[in-house]
């Protein structure tokens, strides 16, 4: 593989990144017929998230062509993509019709060093990926599960508790997340957090918060029912406890992010020191007291903190309270940081840590997209194409309006 070359064919290819993403599925699909059936083509919508999600997941790649966590990404990403049925064959056809892309919207750019490069990195790629996939068969787990809703516990409007049975046993860390779809729905597939550490009886608990115009999230709030059964995809993510826990600990947790948070709380026992705040854009959407309550009586050194915005100010100012809060705190250098919310909540309260005296290796959450909201909106359609919410969460501002 030779990084340099594959790095500037691709911004040559990343600068009409709508084109070329275009000329792909077109290409992909009249080719390559059989595959259509493994893209959510009855919902436009979720086609076009499929295409934010091909160019995601290229550019991560090429980020950190020479990054040591890259192959454990492919690795997860390869069994995840065992719920699509994907065989070897369908990453030959994606990987062709790729190449096919990249030349034509590259031109004169694009030469045959370039598609040597390309061809070699395609295949090292696919075939970590694909080593994932057979590891997680071979280790007897199914490409999904299914998982019956064995109670529901709605607060409001658009909030719900779902707890699920999966028909097989769901191996994962606390604080990590599986896409979820819906028979109804065939294709769509949105992650969330498992809101519990593993239980005896194997049951798992989604937070759901429903999106204005989220047709899964909406499904979720409002026609699911006891005895309903979703599918689950493989565990992922890496917002997990790092052990040994040798710090004390602070938790960041706003709206349902305190899926996550809750998980790995439950593994803390009387000995640990914890600091959890706990954000919420009402007063009525800190949905989950009780469950604070009792981890505050089996916790004995856990401080929690309920932070909301003033009345009648917007969502956002609930991070200007949140950082008068954490300013009154001491001891950031030992703490280790655990983060989970809104990606622009997490990602300012990420880049403000650090002045407060935490070492950026001391900050965990999961992957987020780019979301800083003074950069001015991108120009050109391909920039607005690869700068749109990251695919992997839904989009807060789009959240149903509080009634
Ligand atoms: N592992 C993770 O990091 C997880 C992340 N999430 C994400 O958390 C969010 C949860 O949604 P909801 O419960 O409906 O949250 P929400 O919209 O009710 O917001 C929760 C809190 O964050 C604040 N907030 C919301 N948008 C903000 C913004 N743009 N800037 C600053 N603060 C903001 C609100 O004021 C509120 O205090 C979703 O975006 C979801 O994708 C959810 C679960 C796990």
Request: avoid cysteine.
């Amino acid at each position: 593989m030779d990084p340099e070359i594959l790095r500037s064919s691709f911004a040559v290819v990343e600068r009409r990144a709508e084109f070329a993403v275009k000329y792909f599925y077109s290409h992909l699909f009249r080719h390559y017929p059989d595959v259509r059936g493994l893209f959510p083509l009855d919902f436009p919508e979720d086609m076009e998230r499929q295409r934010d999600r091909l160019f995601a997941a290229l550019t991560y790649v090429m980020e950190r062509l020479e990054d040591p966590t890259l192959p454990g990404y492919l690795r997860e990403l390869g069994r995840d993509h065992r719920k699509y049925l994907a065989e070897p064959e369908h990453y030959a056809a994606v990987g062709a019709s790729l190449i096919a892309a990249f030349a034509a919207v590259a031109g004169s750019a694009w030469s045959a060093e370039a598609e040597k490069a390309w061809t070699e990195a395609y295949g090292a790629i696919t075939n970590v990926m694909l080593q994932g996939a057979w590891e997680a068969q071979h280790e007897g787990e199914p490409p999904w599960w299914d998982a019956e809703v064995v109670s529901r516990t709605r607060h409001g409007d658009d909030l719900v508790v779902l707890t699920l049975r999966p028909h097989h046993r769901l191996r994962y860390s606390p604080g990590q997340y599986v896409s979820v779809s819906v028979p109804h729905l065939p294709g769509i597939w949105r992650p969330y957090s498992l809101g519990n550490a593993p239980r005896a009886d194997h049951t798992v608990d989604l937070h759901v918060s429903r999106v204005e115009d989220g047709v899964l999230s909406t499904a979720l709030v409002r026609q699911t029912r006891e005895g309903d059964v979703l599918r689950l995809g493989a565990p992922g993510g890496a917002l997990t406890l790092r052990a040994p826990v040798e710090r004390p600990l602070t938790f960041i947790a706003a709206g349902t992010g305190w899926a996550p948070v809750k998980a790995l709380l439950q593994q803390l026992d009387a000995t640990h020191e914890a600091r959890l705040f706990l954000v919420a854009r009402d007063t009525s959407y800190l949905y989950d007291r009780s469950a604070v309550e009792r981890l505050q009586s089996r916790l004995p050194r856990l401080g929690v903190t309920f932070i909301t915005p003033a009345p009648g100010r917007p969502k956002a100012q609930a991070t200007e309270r949140l950082l008068t809060a954490l300013g009154n705190r001491a001891g950031w250098a030992r703490h280790d940081v655990y983060l989970a919310g809104p990606p622009p909540l997490v990602e300012e309260i990420a880049e403000a840590l650090p002045a407060f005296g935490t070492p950026p290796e001391q900050i965990f959450h999961d992957l987020l997209p780019p979301a800083d909201p003074s950069r001015p909106r991108p120009l050109g359609p391909a920039e607005w194409l690869l700068d749109r919410p990251h695919p992997n969460w839904h989009n807060p501002t789009s959240r149903a309006p509080n009634t």
